[in-house]
């Protein structure tokens, strides 16, 4: 009986392998994103070519800005999202298959993928995505038409919530580090 435990443990053990499914798909996903947000700064760049062309009047300079600040902010969520990919593949590998030596020789091992359990993969995540949603409310922010005072105020107030979520993460890490930011 003992030899069977041993042996559907082993198995038991190794079926987190098919963690490696995620952690492949998650990098390559990440790549993916990666490529479309380089391709739309590339975009970006070569749309910008006529924006110092004296023909164009102020109004279609003006247009052209504030399309490029939009753009600008789609470049930046997609890096920032091809970034939550590649930590979640990274911290997933780390948690379920094997430590990821030559990560821990580098420095910027301390970093970006300090992860020991799942509470700290779902951390740095969180922190990402926050970010995330910080530049989608810019996005819309520049966007924004302000009709009377009510929409001013709650424009203030949504910037007020978001330095408010900001403050919570950052102490939430100061909470956790000592006065010279590493892990106690």
Do not use: C
């Not at 992860?115 to 910080?134: A, C, E, Q």
């Amino acid at each position: 009986m003992k030899r069977v435990e041993l042996i559907f443990e082993a198995a038991l053990w190794r079926t987190r392998l098919v963690v490696l499914v995620a952690v492949l798909a998650s990098l390559v996903t990440a790549f993916a994103v990666l490529y479309v947000a380089t391709v739309d700064a590339w975009i970006l760049v070569s749309e910008l070519a006529h924006y110092a062309d004296p023909d164009l009047t102020p109004e279609v300079r003006q247009v052209l800005r504030a399309q490029s600040i939009a753009h600008v902010v789609e470049v930046i969520d997609g890096y920032l999202l091809a970034t939550v990919l590649l930590i979640f593949s990274l911290g997933l590998y780390e948690l379920f298959i094997s430590t990821l030596e030559e990560a821990r020789r580098s420095d910027a091992f301390a970093k970006v993928l300090v992860i020991r359990n799942l509470d700290d993969l779902k951390s740095r995540l969180g922190k990402v995505i926050l970010m995330i949603l910080i530049v989608k409310f810019f996005e819309r922010g520049i966007s924004m038409k302000f009709d009377g005072p009510l929409d001013l105020l709650a424009f203030a107030g949504g910037i007020a919530l978001v330095g408010f979520a900001l403050f919570l993460s950052h102490s939430a890490i100061y909470h956790l580090t000592g006065k010279d930011g590493q892990v106690d």
